[in-house]
């Protein structure tokens, strides 16, 4: 599987960001899926996961309220809705696929996801 994130630039604090996760290649597979952030020199962290059906979804407490994630399983496309952005929000972010079809057990755990895309930078300026 392929992951390819866009969307990504610079926005004033309180502004938006819609990210898009483009997948392809070996798609058929009932995967959950997943947006990450990384800011340099810090370890990679969890922002938000979704299961196959898009029934189940989870985020971390610094984005609950303020991020949204949806898929559209036909399109093969993971989105991130971003909204009430914050200077703290600044980081690459990656989308990643998770094998467990429809449940996001451990969906925190970076290891719980096998593929990874290139990631796409997000700046929000204060």
């Known amino acids: 599987v392929q992951l390819v994130e866009s969307g990504g630039g610079l926005v004033q604090a309180g502004g938006s960001l819609r990210l898009s996760c483009a997948a392809s290649g070996r798609t058929s597979s009932r995967y959950a899926m997943g947006w990450f952030r990384q800011v340099p020199g810090k370890e990679r962290v969890f922002v938000a996961a979704?299961?196959?059906?898009?029934?189940?979804?989870a985020y971390a407490v610094s984005v609950k309220g303020r991020f949204t994630i949806s898929r559209d399983n036909a399109k093969n496309t993971l989105w991130l809705q971003m909204n009430s952005l914050k200077p703290e929000d600044t980081a690459v972010y990656y989308c990643?696929?998770?094998?467990?079809?429809?449940?996001?057990?451990?969906?925190?755990?970076?290891?719980?996801?096998?593929?990874w895309g290139q990631g796409t930078q997000v700046t929000v300026s204060s």
């Open positions: 979704i299961s196959w059906s898009g029934g189940n979804t």
């Open positions: 990643a696929t998770k094998p467990t079809g429809d449940i996001i057990p451990f969906y925190y755990r970076e290891d719980e996801y096998n593929y």
